[in-house]
């Protein structure tokens, strides 16, 4: 078993955790949890701290339990957000929640015999089974309300001048329920979480106190920030999600590619499993030659390939490659059109429909008139510069203005036009 609080502490990922963890860790397997909220029918990169803390406690030979909030996710946690959010109805918490499991078992391991193998559960499966009053006499009596007012995120929401209603209030009520729960009948004694749950969390370890006359433990890791301020996981277009449909693999592996090298020192450490004697040599690389970008390149690879795959990985780095023109005409074929269509965000596109397209004569022509003056304004400045050797389509060289129109099309209905070094232009051939 490896020592889980030291492989947390030299990745930077340890916040706060109980005096007595480390010990209680020591004597052996131990059970922890940690919850996610099931908003959303996917994970986004803000959520992957949590996963990694759980992927390094199965690592470390504990078994680890994610827990979805079918309950609490009915009725929002209000740990430092400004507003109450909108609740959402059981199927479509049920559609999440499967979601979510899905892109875990991506990281852990659910499926073997072994001892620790991950566990899923689902905190409306107990929650449901109480009526209110059963939860106000039962649970409720156990915590003060003083208590519960002194929590930062609950002072911080009234002193804001928002207020909070007595649903949300109750959330961390629920939420140390179901620690209680886990610690009950899962024996479960820790939970982690991020360091705006500490809060919640030993309110946990207060209800296994006086409900169970128990011992539990807290542990939380950092919020994770940018070198320069703005919040992690977002970019102009929104979240960096898990799903690919939600952000393609060629848009997430841009995303950590582009890191700062501020930012990518931390991150190597926390969303990758590379141990430290690897992680310290490639900071070392990195420094001596930070134009080769070797650490960005280093957490893109890992976490593409974690959430996605390795194909998908080599696909982004096929598809970032056409770009900086080191890419064939068969590498252009290869990319599926999600794919093309982001590289190219942004690029002029013209549409022609299949039948004139079928009429033109020659590139000139195509580039020109067809083209609706986008790419070349006239001939002469055209057949100027294809015989000049500055043009290509699909990533092959045009000499000759006169040549017939034999591109394969891509993913059917696509010809990429390049001009210059830096120029690109779509032509999309409507059927």
């Known amino acids: 078993m490896n020592n889980f609080i030291e492989e947390l502490r030299w990745r930077g990922m340890l916040q706060d955790m109980s005096p007595d963890i480390e010990e209680h860790l020591n004597k052996g397997m131990s059970s922890a949890y940690l919850g996610f909220d099931p908003t959303a029918d996917s994970l986004h990169i803000g959520h992957l701290v949590g996963v990694m803390t759980l992927l390094h406690f199965q690592r470390a030979g504990h078994k680890p339990f994610a827990l979805v909030g079918g309950a609490t996710g009915m009725i929002g946690d209000p740990s430092f957000k400004s507003d109450e959010r909108n609740l959402l109805d059981k199927a479509t918490l049920d559609h999440n929640v499967a979601c979510i499991k899905g892109q875990l078992g991506k990281f852990l391991d659910f499926e073997t015999e072994s001892k620790n193998k991950a566990a899923l559960v689902n905190n409306y499966d107990w929650m449901s089974q109480f009526s209110f009053l059963e939860f106000i006499r039962d649970v409720g009596k156990h915590i003060t309300v003083n208590y519960m007012m002194a929590k930062d995120s609950v002072k911080r929401r009234l002193e804001d001048g928002n207020g909070l209603s007595f649903t949300e209030f109750s959330y961390q009520l629920i939420q140390g329920y179901d620690f209680f729960h886990l610690w009950k009948n899962m024996n479960v004694s820790i939970q982690l979480g991020g360091s705006d749950q500490w809060g919640n969390i030993l309110t946990g370890t207060e209800l296994i106190r006086k409900m169970g006359r128990g ?203 390049q001009k210059g070094k830096k120029h690109y232009f779509i032509i999309q051939i409507k059927k």
């Open 215 to 417: 011992n539990a433990y807290a542990l939380t890791v950092p919020l994770i920030t940018k070198a320069d301020g703005t919040k992690f996981g977002k970019t102009e277009s929104g979240s960096v999600w898990l799903d690919s449909e939600k952000t393609s693999p060629y848009a997430f592996y841009q995303f950590w590619l582009n890191v700062s090298d501020e930012d990518a020192s931390k991150y190597i450490r926390i969303f990758t499993t590379l141990d430290q004697e690897t992680v310290e040599k490639l900071e070392k690389e990195h420094l001596q030659a930070p134009h080769l970008r070797i650490l960005q390149k280093e957490i893109a690879k890992a976490v593409t390939t974690m959430v996605h795959s390795e194909k998908e990985y080599l696909m982004a780095i096929k598809a970032s490659e056409i770009l900086f023109g080191k890419s064939s005409t068969e590498d252009l074929a290869e990319l599926d059109e999600r794919t093309f269509l982001q590289v190219f965000e942004g690029v002029p596109l013209v549409e022609i429909d299949m039948e004139e397209f079928e009429s033109i004569e020659n590139v000139l022509d195509l580039l020109s008139e067809k083209s609706k003056g986008l790419i070349f304004p006239s001939k002469g400045e055209g057949r100027k510069m294809i015989l000049g050797g500055g043009v290509s389509i699909n990533k092959q060289k045009i000499t000759d203005p006169n040549a017939p129109l034999t591109f394969e099309l891509l993913q059917h209905q696509y010809l990429l036009v």
